[in-house]
């Protein structure tokens, strides 16, 4: 088995996957996989939450980009290697077997092959596309991604208001039916008491209608002896003749 080529291995790690250029101020997800700030900027434009990463998909509930200090300085280390021996530019990857440029994307094996591995028994009956054609699908899809993960979150939110109304209109529904029974039974309240207090009016007046039927003289009687109780004008009786 041949040993990989350690020059193409490393152009591999300091590649941005977004770009397919050199790393320019790369940062890290959580999930580890790296990419240029100004690419998974422009990715996620739009999203503050939900988002994913372009390279396996895990979705993350918010942007977290970490600076990686030490790919940063692998990839100036390679920028001046490449100046100083000639080494190959950045622009132009090699396939590892042929040594010809990748220039097409199998889309059976999701990799980037050369010419000739486009005519190899391997990839003679796979769909294959242009490199370029393959990152504007790669860009179509990320951006299907986000409409559908937006739509996913506004549905959501929409489910939480519907809840959220709903849990309202119960609790004022619940609210308003004690108000109700509280004003019924205040209004029975007055209403006994009214009545009692009617009763005993009616108490009242009879008791006066009565004690204005008698005679005037026993009337006076009556009202002297309650004024003056035990007065001896009480039993006084008119002197025999």
Known sequence: MAAANPAK????????????????????????????RACITQCWEGFDTDVSCPECGKLFPQRNLRLNRQLRN??????????QSGWEPETKRLCEKHKEPLKLFCKEDEIPICLVCDR??????????PAEEAA????????????????????????????????????????????????????????????????HLNELISELEGKCQKPVS????????????????????????
């Open 136 to 199: 504007e699908e790669f860009k179509v899809g990320s951006d299907q991604l986000k409409t559908q993960t937006e739509r996913q979150k506004i549905v959501s939110e929409f489910q939480q208001l519907r809840h959220f109304l709903e849990e309202q209109e119960r609790l004022q529904l619940a609210q308003l039916e004690k108000l109700d029974k509280e004003i019924e039974e205040i209004q029975n309240e007055n209403a006994t008491k009214l009545s009692e207090q009617i009763s």
């Open 74 to 83: 692998i990839v100036e280390a390679a920028r001046e290697l490449r100046l």
């Open 120 to 129: 190899s028994k391997e990839h003679r009956d796979h769909t294959v596309i």
């Open 9 to 36: 291995t490393l152009q591999d790690e300091i590649t941005c996957t977004l770009c397919l250029k050199y790393f320019e101020d790369p940062v890290s997800l959580d999930c580890d996989h790296s990419f240029c």
């Open 218 to 241: 026993e009337f006076l009687q009556v009202r002297l002896s309650e004024k003056h109780p035990g007065s001896p004008h009480r039993d006084r009786t008119a002197p025999k003749l």
